[in-house]
């Protein structure tokens, strides 16, 4: 078996997804854009999830970008999957901070559950998951996406976003509960 | 439905309550049904957002991306090795003065004992260049054949001129430290010395060049220590003054190289 060598170490070249990534480590863009076909549906779910449909192509196309720069560091010792995805994840909480938001979308208001306005009647049973979640107010939005929809732990969402795991379970339920005004009727 | 206990339901649905308060919870579920629908609802949510499938982009963005990846270039270097480490020099003044002492003790040495070879006059140091081409200390003084050097050029400082007094370090018989001027001095005598240099004896050979590598040393370092500390003057001053110490002992030896024949 043949290696390819980066700056992160020895990625072996076998068959399918990981020669991808060795051939795209190497400067391979046809390697490249096999790995972002394989990977786009995922990343721009995440993208749109978290920021917004009018964000997510610009943003997608950072990651990407981003990632072909830093595929010299990836070291093998997570599944590529899981190494951008969490690249993903940090450029985009990236994004959300430059919009300096974070505080204001953090704050535990003791009201957030009363300003539920936005969920369907009782009849649109079949509303749009993915509209629902786009509704939710941003920072419990944000939790909800990574840990329900992504799968992230709070300590490890605490740690991501710079905030108490208290903070994260509070948004979280939060989500929660208005999300279940969308789905109580199925 | 009781908002004390429905607070709890996600830490209780996620596992992630004490268990005497997951106990609490459990007993109350069972006696409240309002609570207990609540928790399914959380359920199906937490199912749903399990669930939820990844949608493409509407639009194919590779495009976008290639054009940006040809941009920015290949990824991260490919390195046939592993990384070495580097690290980056940096001087403090007291080194860099202790090393530009030090160069004007070599270059000091190394040009007395060209002098002594050569019985150059005190009044000569310091003077004009001389001639690679092969003329006599006389000939110089007297204004002789003109050297490959120019002599009428203005002194400027190649690197960090702040008016500081580097100034004062660039003068050297009026050739320009400019990189050019300086350059193009400095490969003619070199080519000069190495002309003549079978003229001279080893041990002559030997001193001139290990002072070579000495000044081409501190003129390297200056140099590196300049790309990180540009506008300092101390260090355009030691650069100006190792790269005049080159010309200098290139002059002495090959109008030492010209003279032993």
Known sequence: MTAVMTLGGEIPVGSGLDSDVALAAGGDQSAFERLYRTHVSRIHSLTRRMLST???????QDIFVRTWQKLGQFRGESAFSTWLHRLAVNVVIERRRSYAIQRERMSDDPTALDQLTVGPARADLKVDFESAIAQL??????????????????????????????????????????MRQHLSGD | MHQEWTDRLSDYLDGELPEDERRAVDQHLRGCASCAAVLNDLKR????????????PQADLWRGIAARLNESGEPAPVVPFAPRETRRLAFT???????????IAVSGAAAWQLEARLGIPGSLRGGRPHDAGGNSGQARQDGGAE???????????????????????????????ADAQYDAAVADLEGALKAGRGRLDASTVAIVEHNLQIIDQAINQAREALVGDPANGYLSGHLVEARRRKLDLLRRATALASETD
């Open chain 1, 54 to 60: 009018q964000e997510a192509d610009e943003v997608t």
């Open chain 2, 147 to 177: 050297p490959a050097i120019r002599l009428d050029s203005p002194v400027s400082l190649g690197v960090g001129a702040d008016g500081n007094g580097a100034a004062d370090f660039a003068r050297l018989g009026n050739v320009s430290m």
């Open chain 1, 137 to 178: 107010p941003p920072g419990a939005r944000e939790i909800f996406v990574l840990h329900d929809v992504e799968g992230y732990k709070h300590r490890e969402i605490a740690v991501m976003l710079d905030i108490a795991s208290g903070t994260s379970k509070r948004q979280l339920h939060r989500a929660r509960m208005l």
């Open chain 2, 45 to 56: 949510v937490v199912a749903r957002a399990a669930s939820i499938d990844a949608r493409p």
């Open chain 2, 93 to 103: 003044l007291p080194q860099l003065a202790a090393a530009a002492a030090l160069l």
